[in-house]
């Protein structure tokens, strides 16, 4: 890694080089031309099927895959329920019937008439819409504004079912999309203007994003269309925020270290040269980190983080090349007029009181070492407590905020129906053994109605609905569920599969648990590795791996108190678990890696315990500043109505919170003086004595190894 910075460093900031900052610049002009359009496509190769985000290999996605091979294959039924709390009227028949001839027109097939239920309070109506992405949300639109309109006094219409489901969702997405993103634009620039108090500087990093944004769209079209890599239109949102989050504190990181040479060099090349060589190898180490902790989860059952592992880690790459060489190309063609009015210049002190605030911070810490790392980790250890109790898996009234119109009807259809009517299980077979798994459905208990089986359109399949007493995302419907799965596969030669909602969710829960299991180690193993290699050290990793892990369960804690208490969500979505522990794991040890990458590079000219301080010192402000953007990034997640991301926003931006302010600031080094050297075990950091060398205006002074070889 750090043949990589000098090799940058060469190019961009070499004193005899100067034509390569230029070059930098027009080559990555060059790739932009080239990536616009490409990134224009990527929506063409977007998945947005709900195979590729179910669980790969489970029965409710065999099932799901299997629908093109039926007629109905490619629709989507939207279910309208008409309720009368009095009773259902001849004026209310009349209304329904019109409804009927409208949606006809908008149907795959010939809508059937209405179903009355039982107590004679409520209608419904089966309409089979074309499930074509483009189609269905327009369709199912004007199946809902046709139902609303025109109701006689006390008739109320809903649409629900698979139509409506999608409808909802799609506004939420439409909704929180481009909003989102520009949240979240503001929220970062708001932040660096705040850091920075610059005119012009905050801009800066926001040129490389979208340099990085644009770079990362155009690699996924040609990884999609070249190797097959799904790219799933559902995770878009998240890698967004993380590409947002981290290229904004790679620019800070580099930024700072860059800002930290001017006030050494008068030449702003040598600057930025010596800054590539002592920062871009923890940036390059971070983001080894993060990528290789997303791609573990190509070990992964559930769609959802299986895509999401590569679409992450190329938003991770993409993101660090900008910022390692583009970046510091524009920040050397600007020149220092850039950081007005706070220009850094050659030999002048810092003016503000940061390095002061943090110079505090270390004597309080180094004075009561292990008093201060034991009361921080009581600390976190009570956050952590708050996750006792906590519960998984969101039923379908809290998957969006508010109460949208398909939990509405869903709700008077249960109410007047049998409660699974809106979402039946769907059992797939082989067309000779219908008959047989028919009548061995329909002897399961919590079956209320099995409908005649649908051949495919080749006859060798057979469609069984199968309507469930219980709502289908009650734990009695889960019971049925497993019963009718036991029923199916008892059918000799039937290679029966029991799909639908309810079996979804079940599978969606399985193979959460899962990817749990195997993933969750796998990161640490990684991440554990990384640390090793980047710091040549045993006791020193395991430390700060203790650290992180335990920073995400008092995440963890807080934000399910917060959720339970604040927000009155019944549990959390059980992505959360995983997707937060690989955020703020691999993330948290970004922070980690810039802190303990430049005290190591003090320790060689301070010794142990003043290497400590003085990184603390010297990282402190920026690591904190980048840490409130990286959480401020996450938390504009929670301006989504999916309670998913809004979980996985308000958890990652606490434990990033937790880490930066707590965790670096003041457990890890208290940690680092407490065990002292041993801390580099079995490495020892050897102290360099700095040599002496004359200033141009006669002074006696120190400089660093490498300032020494620039100036022979």
Not at 415 to 420: D, E, I
Not at 667 to 672: E, F, I, R, T
Request: charged share 15%.
């Amino acid at each position: 890694m750090s043949g990589t910075s000098n090799r940058a460093g060469r190019i961009i900031g070499s004193p005899g080089g100067k034509i390569g900052k230029w070059l930098m610049l027009v080559g990555w002009l060059i790739v932009m031309v080239a990536a616009v359009p490409l990134a224009g496509k990527v929506g063409s190769v977007e998945k947005n099927d709900v195979t590729v985000e179910l669980p790969r290999g489970a029965e409710s996605t065999q099932v799901s895959a299997l629908a093109d091979r039926f007629a109905d294959g490619k629709t989507a039924v939207g279910v309208v329920v008409y309720v009368h709390d009095s009773g259902i009227t001849v004026t209310d028949r009349d209304k329904v019937a019109a409804d009927i001839t409208a949606y006809d027109a908008l149907a795959l097939s010939p809508v059937a008439p209405a179903q009355a239920s039982a107590d004679g309070k409520a209608l419904t109506v089966m309409v089979p819409l074309d499930n074509d992405t483009a189609k269905l949300a327009t369709n199912a639109q004007k199946v809902r504004d046709r139902a609303d309109a025109g109701l006689p006094s006390g008739l109320q219409a809903q649409l629900t079912g698979p139509a409506g489901d999608s409808l909802d969702a799609a506004d939420a997405r439409a909704s929180t999309g481009h909003a989102l993103t520009l949240i979240t634009v503001l929220v970062v620039a708001g932040l660096l203007l705040f850091t920075y108090r610059s005119a012009f500087l905050w801009l800066l990093p926001l040129v490389g994003v979208g340099f990085a944004y644009v770079t990362t769209e155009a690699v996924s079209y040609l990884l999609a269309k070249g190797f097959g890599l799904t790219v799933d239109s559902g995770n878009v949102i998240v890698v967004t925020v993380l590409l947002f989050g981290v290229s904004t504190d790679y620019a800070m990181l580099l930024l700072a270290r860059y800002r930290e040479e001017l006030r050494v060099h008068e030449d702003r090349h040598v600057a930025m040269r010596t800054a590539l060589r002592r920062a871009v190898p923890a940036v390059a180490a971070s983001a080894l980190t993060v990528s290789a902790g997303l791609l573990c989860l190509l070990t992964a059952q559930m769609g959802f983080n299986y895509t999401l592992g590569p679409a992450g880690a190329i938003a991770i790459v993409c993101g660090f090349a900008v910022m390692a060489t583009l970046f510091p190309a524009i920040l050397v063609i600007l020149g220092r007029w850039v950081f007005w009015p706070n220009i850094p210049r050659a030999g002048v002190a810092v003016r503000n009181g940061g390095h002061r605030l943090w110079d505090r911070m270390g004597g309080r810490i180094a004075r009561r070492p292990r008093l201060t790392w034991i009361g921080s980790t009581l600390l976190l250890a009570v956050m952590a407590v708050g996750a006792l109790g906590l519960k998984t898996g969101l039923d379908d009234n809290h998957q969006i905020v508010g109460t949208p119109g398909s939990i509405v009807g869903q709700q008077l259809v249960a109410a007047h129906y049998p409660a699974g009517q809106s979402r039946p299980a769907v059992v797939v077979s082989s067309a000779g053994a219908a008959s047989a798994v028919s009548t061995a459905l329909r002897n399961v208990p919590g079956v209320a109605e099995v409908a005649a089986a649908v051949p495919s359109t080749d006859g060798t399949l057979a469609e069984i609905q199968v309507v469930l007493k219980d709502s289908p995302d009650s734990a009695a419907a889960y019971t049925t569920v497993n019963l009718m799965r036991t029923a199916a596969h008892a059918v000799p030669g039937a290679d029966a599969l029991v799909g639908g909602p309810t079996a979804a969710t079940q599978d969606k829960t399985a193979a959460q648990a899962h990817d749990r299991k195997v993933a969750i180690p796998l990161v640490l193993g990684v991440v554990f590795l990384v640390l090793i290699l980047l710091l040549r050290a045993l006791v020193a990793p395991v430390l700060l791996m203790a650290t992180v892990v335990l920073s995400y369960f008092a995440a963890l804690g807080l934000s399910w108190q917060f959720f339970l208490r604040v927000l009155h969500f019944p549990a959390v979505d059980v992505q959360v678990m995983l997707i937060g522990f690989l955020f703020l794991v691999a993330l948290g040890v970004d922070y980690n890696i810039f802190l303990i990458h430049r005290i190591r590079e003090e320790v060689k000219e301070r010794g142990h315990r003043g290497g400590v301080l003085a990184g603390l010192t010297s990282t402190g402000g920026v690591i904190t500043s980048a840490g409130a953007v990286l959480a401020a990034t996450f938390a504009a997640l929670t301006s989504d109505p999916q309670v998913a991301f809004i979980e996985i926003g308000l958890t990652v931006a606490l434990g990033v919170l937790i880490d930066t302010f707590l965790v670096r600031s003041v457990l890890v080094p208290a940690l680092s003086i407490d065990v002292g050297r041993s801390f580099w075990w079995p490495s020892r950091p050897v102290v360099e004595p700095a040599p002496t060398l004359v200033a141009s205006g006669g002074a006696v002074g120190t400089a660093v190894p490498e300032v020494e070889e620039l100036l022979q």
